[in-house]
């Protein structure tokens, strides 16, 4: 419940700046990327300028995220290790105890 709230009070705010931001950006700008003829039709863009930042936000978020994936594989890598370890070890301690249990079994009862 806390989360919500706490999502509530970040999102919604930043949701109305962003719609702020979209509606005093309408205009539109071309962007062109041939850097020597700018006046290409050919590799150029025209959009609203607020299409221009949208887009530059999407693409660093998914670079951010992409680079926080690579740079975390090591630590992924580790837990599959660890996890498979304690697979085995927990496999030996069942055939321990089942072991043990069958000795048990086997001694004459007082």
Partial sequence: ???K???LLILLPL???L???CVANRQNVTLAFNPFRPEDQVLSLAAPF???LLIA???GMLVGSAATWFNQGKHRRRARVEAKEAIRWQGE???HKTRAEEIAGQLPSR
């Fill in 1 to 3: 419940m806390t989360k």
């Fill in 5 to 7: 709230i706490i999502n």
């Fill in 15 to 17: 949701g109305v700046i």
């Fill in 19 to 21: 719609i702020i931001f």
């Fill in 50 to 52: 607020f299409v221009f």
């Fill in 57 to 59: 936000f999407i693409i």
């Fill in 93 to 95: 301690a069942d055939r």
